[in-house]
């Protein structure tokens, strides 16, 4: 399949605006950057909703020095439509509505060939991973031509990106998009108190934060002799886990689930289905606390920061 896409742009450089980050820590940066055409097998997307999580906030800080890549666009929660795809690219086309999706399915690979597995041999989750892999550039410039940086196969805030197919899935179009893009990722109180409220402990905990501190309480939250604590949360720092072996000997166990167990490409587009029709119990409404205009994205990292916010939803 040939590229194609709206206005004819397919084979040239798009000028567009993007949130850049110049530093750990630093205020992101408002301004206009190159976004190159999508290559073979990618797909570039205009991006219409994109939200802040715990992971860009944490890389977005540079709490773990390997992962400082500057400049770099952060962002991995989007919903979109695609704007044109690259050659070999034939499950999407030009106005599909689509998510953006962090662990990608390339659907050749002993992994995603298998039933008991998400993961992806070219398409896992690594923060360190900040050029394209088909050629190992980037689809983003500055406008004088200097590179700037992907993040988690997806970089979302920006008005357009590139992402490889593998890294998107499409979706109904009658699927409000809005809600729909915390499908793309999405979806405290000490652990004697928990153990009191639930007498003994809970059967699962689910630590999302990002935060050996939090895991540690999830762990220890959980009831002796079959408790068990899901990893959720992408760990920044090179601390390791702050368990004692002799903690496990109690019977809790542990694990960790990339994408909450999904095949993204092949499952998903089921899961959004039931959750526009409330098939699952779960209202995705629920979980955007706020809502803001792409420019105020520093305001939406501070919520974040001050706890005050679950996800907060940036239009573009």
Same mark, same amino acid.
């Given at each position: ?8 742009l ?12 110049? /530093? ?51 962002g991995?929660?989007?919903?979109g439509?695609?704007e044109?795809?690259?050659?070999g690219v034939?499950?999407?086309?030009? /106005?599909d ?25 070219r398409f ?15 689809r983003?410039l500055t406008?004088? /031509?200097?590179?700037i940086y ?21 979706i ?5 998009l ?19 409220m639930?007498?003994?402990g ?6 999302c ?5 939090v ?11 079959w408790g068990?604590?899901?990893v ?18 109690d019977?809790r ?14 499952q ?12 699952e119990?779960l209202?995705?409404e ?8 792409f ?11 001050? /706890?005050?916010?679950l ?6």
């Amino acid at each position: 399949m040939e590229s194609k896409a709206i206005n004819d742009l397919s084979d040239k450089d798009i000028i567009c605006t993007a949130a850049v980050a110049w /530093g750990p820590g630093q205020p992101l940066t408002i301004q206009q950057i190159r976004v190159q055409p999508p290559q073979k097998m990618e797909v570039r997307i205009k991006i219409l909703f994109t939200s802040v999580c715990h992971t860009d906030l944490s890389s977005w800080q540079g709490l773990n020095v390997s992962q400082r890549v500057y400049p770099r666009i952060f962002g991995h929660e989007a919903s979109g439509v695609v704007e044109s795809v690259g050659e070999g690219v034939e499950d999407m086309k030009e /106005g599909d509505h689509v998510l953006t999706i962090f662990n990608g399915e390339c659907g050749e690979c002993v992994y995603c060939k298998s039933k008991i597995t998400n993961l992806c041999e070219r398409f896992r989750v690594d923060p360190l991973q900040s050029v394209m892999r088909n050629d190992g550039k980037t689809r983003f410039l500055t406008q004088d /031509g200097k590179p700037i940086y992907h993040f988690l196969n997806t970089s979302t805030f920006t008005e357009y990106t590139v992402v490889d197919s593998a890294c998107v899935v499409k979706i109904d179009p009658k699927a409000p998009l809005d809600k729909m893009t915390l499908l793309s990722c999405c979806l405290s109180t000490v652990h004697e108190k928990i153990r009191e409220m639930s007498e003994g402990g809970v059967d699962f905990s689910f630590e999302c934060a990002g935060n050996l501190d939090v895991l540690r309480e999830a762990f220890l939250s959980t009831h002796d002799g079959w408790g068990l604590t899901v990893v959720l949360g992408i760990h920044p720092t090179p601390r390791m886990l702050p368990l004692h072996p002799m903690e496990l000997f109690d019977g809790r166990r542990i694990t960790g689930s990339v994408f909450g167990g999904f095949k993204a490409k092949t499952q998903l587009p089921l899961f959004a289905h039931h959750c526009m029709h409330h098939q699952e119990g779960l209202k995705l409404e629920e979980f955007i606390t706020h809502e803001l205009p792409f420019s105020s994205i520093d305001q939406a990292f501070q919520l974040l920061i001050n /706890g005050k916010s679950l996800r907060c939803l940036l239009h573009l």
